[in-house]
């Protein structure tokens, strides 16, 4: 009897494994995929806003393994130890300019649309930072967004100017009546005066000055989920963009 249960119970993980693999298999969600189709759809997806990706990418692995080669037989080094190191370096610079244009294709495809300011925030350091998309919205998609960390809260706005504006300002007067002293920051996404450039964003969060430690932030966390429990959360748009975690860390230059 045991031994027949042990039976099943494999028969039942197996068959349970095989499911899951194949549930991975065809989601549509980047984080069930491997890092190898990861990296093969931010390659396709960066690819269609950027026609000299390839010469981009291929052209710099090329040229630094011809450049690490040369340097080798210059040196009187023996080939079984440079062409290694050649194709490990040219792999690596292939692999650095792939993620800064990448990035950079990020910001083009999505620039002006509405939740776009995910982009930019999914690349702050999550070990630092917090972000809660629409944390208020209007009709017209004017939206706010919500960043938590050491520079304070920062509210993010983005859409018509005006609307936006006025709604961030009204963010800003509810968000300071529970700060208690914690700095309230607004910024407004956008190319015209006073406004912060989507490509800039996430490095203009990170270099804001640091106001608070991790006991004062668990605070601040807490009395903001007070706040966002009497009201209902505002839809969002979410960006399509794929998320490989070894690519969003290049990204976010970790």
């Not at 491997?34 to 950027?50: A, F, G, I, L, N």
């Not at 939740?115 to 809660?132: I, T």
């Not at 629409?134 to 706005?157: F, N, S, Y």
């Not at 996404?189 to 490509?199: M, T, W």
Request: contains cysteine; glycine residues 8%.
């Amino acid at each position: 009897m045991a031994s027949e249960r042990a039976k099943q119970l494999a028969a039942k993980q197996k068959a349970e494994r095989k499911a899951a693999k194949l549930r991975k298999k065809n989601s549509d969600n980047p984080q069930d995929w491997s890092r190898t189709r990861q990296m093969v759809e931010v390659y396709k997806r960066t690819r269609e806003v950027d026609p000299k990706l390839d010469l981009w990418v291929i052209g710099s692995g090329v040229l630094t393994a011809v450049v690490a080669a040369t340097v080798a037989i210059l040196t009187g080094a023996a080939w079984w130890a440079w062409v290694p190191l050649a194709l490990v370096l040219g792999l690596l610079v292939s692999m650095l300019v792939l993620t800064n244009r990448a990035k950079k294709g990020a910001f083009s495809r999505y620039a002006g649309q509405p939740g776009s300011a995910e982009v930019a925030l999914s690349m702050l350091n999550k070990k630092k930072y917090s972000y809660d998309l629409g944390v208020a919205a209007t009709r017209q998609m004017d939206m706010v967004h919500r960043v938590v960390g050491p520079c304070g809260i920062v509210l993010v706005g983005e859409g018509q100017a005006n609307g936006a504006r006025q709604l961030l300002n009204q963010e800003a007067r509810k968000h300071q009546q529970v700060a208690y002293g914690v700095p309230v920051t607004t910024l407004m996404i956008g190319d015209g005066d006073k406004q912060v450039k989507l490509s800039e964003l996430q490095k203009h969060i990170e270099k804001m000055p640091k106001v608070m430690d991790a006991v004062k932030l668990n605070e601040v966390q807490s009395r903001l989920r007070a706040l966002d429990a009497v009201r209902p959360k505002a839809p969002v748009p979410r960006g399509p963009l794929p998320s490989p975690k070894g690519v969003n860390r290049a990204m976010r230059g970790r």
